[in-house]
């Protein structure tokens, strides 16, 4: 028994000026299309946006560490 879905795939127009196109052109390889190098694009901004909150959190996460360690370091000359 074989079984087919279809699968609709709707598409849209974005307007670009011609420069932004000459830009993707260049970015892209030639088994690219525009939707592989903007979904790319996407892909990348968002592993960017994860790293640099991942980046602040250890940040703030050492500037606790930190502090716990000056305060145990207090506590440990009054002893």
Not at 14 to 20: A, M, S, V
């Amino acid at each position: 028994m074989v079984v087919y879905f279809k699968y609709t795939m709707y598409t849209t127009t974005i307007k670009l000026q011609k420069d932004t196109k000459m830009q993707l052109d260049k970015m892209k390889t030639q088994r690219d299309t525009y939707d592989d190098l903007i979904r790319r694009l996407v892909a990348r901004e968002k592993q960017k946006h994860l790293r640099d909150n991942l980046i602040s959190a250890y940040k703030e996460l050492g500037k606790e560490e930190l502090n716990t360690f000056k305060e145990w370091e207090s506590a440990s000359t009054e002893v």
